[in-house]
């Protein structure tokens, strides 16, 4: 080991160091700029030690060409996490330290277990490539799960169930398959540069991208997606740590279990002169269990949104909320027609209000979901958000000409006819929805002193 090498060594060291330091003392003090240095600066120990490796063993030109192939994917990976969770406000600063946790601290401590656990095998004449089933997936889903953990221990609040864990532990597992495409994308292009010349190399590289970085780009993140449903589901039970540790231990099992037979398809097929196995491997298990997972995904967002409806329910009793306004809240398919009715009747900032009426109503329904599973709720959170919702519809109520005039008391609408004068009307059995067009209506009467029909 060079003295380059060891300096490397060094400053990342005290660069974590301090981090975790500065880390751990931001979260007791709940002082979040030295949360976040500290995050900052382990962070960049990883990134230094990646670097590194990186430029070291292939040198600045293919690192860069590593660095572009890895970004290519990046956007889709990265965006469909976001995606998913997009109808929640989770702070973009936790979004952001999964990422880079996964990026940065679990590639960097994975590659240097890995690096040495190969080292060992090759000096008791084993072939280094075992390192893949031996130690890349035990320690590659224990560091990758490591930083949603810390979300899930020091910024609880911000967790309530298994679509936040798939977030959370989507974006680390993302991260790390960015950083890892880095490392394989560079000594791939060396590779094919050394043998024959940069064109080859730059082939071999879009042939990695294609293989690597869109037909299974979700391989890490799928591995902890395992992880994920475990830590969802501690998180639905709070209080109860033996639960919570099986949950979380239990599935962390699974995703090495999968992790192992990823790695071991292609590394026996080698070993048995059979390349093809990891390809038949995929479309007939890990393909399928991939969809899966990604159907799970979709259900548990549009729970989410079911959620929203069933814990407001008391809300329009109270008359804080119409049944309209609950009915449209029910699935995501409503809330786009809701906020495409307010951007027809009231413009763009009509849409916006609506939209932020829609994130306040995740808001609260957040919190009373914490409170129905005995969980540390925010009641400041619940009141700001009901608030919030009663300012938003400023920016759409009274905008639709073809509606009349309604209060909602609780029990029944007091509308305003067109003589001037307000009736009570019952609430019809489903909701009235509103929709993003206008329905054909044929030619009208003159208007008489009320609405013809029942309500006259």
Known sequence: MNQTTLAVLASAGVLAAAGITLGAIGLRQKRRALAVSGALLLFAAGAAILGWAIIGGTGAEAAGVGLIAALVPAPILIGAFLWLGRYRRRPWLVLAFCLGWGACVST???????????????????????????????????????????????????????????VYCGLSGAGFAIAENVLYASGTYLSGTDALDEAAGIALVTQLVVIRGLVTMFAHPL??????????????????????????????????????????????????????????????????????????????????????????????AGGLISPPELASLASFSRRSSARAWARRVAGKGGEAAMKDFQRSASDVSEQLDLASIGAPYDQQKIGAGLH???????????????????????????????????????????????????APQPPMAPPSTAYPGPHA
């Not at 075992?130 to 035990?138: M, Q, R, T, W, Y």
């Not at 008391?409 to 001037?420: A, E, I, M, N």
Request: proline share 7%; hydrophobic share 50%.
């Open 108 to 166: 960097a401590i994975s590659l240097g277990v890995n690096t040495g656990v190969a080292y060992l095998l090759v000096e008791n004449d084993l072939s280094e490539s075992l390192a893949a089933v031996i130690s890349a997936p035990v320690i590659e889903e224990i560091t990758k799960l490591a930083g949603p953990l810390i979300v899930f221990w020091a910024a609880r609040r911000y967790f309530t169930g298994t679509l936040d864990a798939l």
């Open 223 to 316: 591995m902890t997606g395992l992880s994920a449903i475990g830590l969802g589901k501690a998180a639905r039970r709070p209080g109860r740590k033996g639960v919570q540790a099986s949950w979380i231990v239990g599935m962390l099992l699974c995703g090495m279990a999968l992790h192992a037979l990823w790695n071991g398809s292609s590394v026996l097929g080698v070993a048995i002169d059979m390349p093809g196995l990891w390809f038949a491997l995929y479309p007939a298990f890990l393909a399928p269990l991939f969809f899966t997972m990604v159907g799970a995904a979709l259900w548990l967002r549009a729970a989410e949104a079911r959620a929203t409806q069933t814990t407001l329910a008391p809300y329009v």
């Open 388 to 438: 919030r919702m009663g300012q938003d519809r400023a920016g759409y109520t009274g905008r639709d000409g073809a509606m009349p005039p309604a209060l909602w008391d609780g029990r029944q609408y007091h509308v305003t006819f067109p003589d001037g004068k307000v009736r009570a009307v019952a609430p019809p059995a489903a909701p009235v929805m509103p929709v993003p067009y206008w």
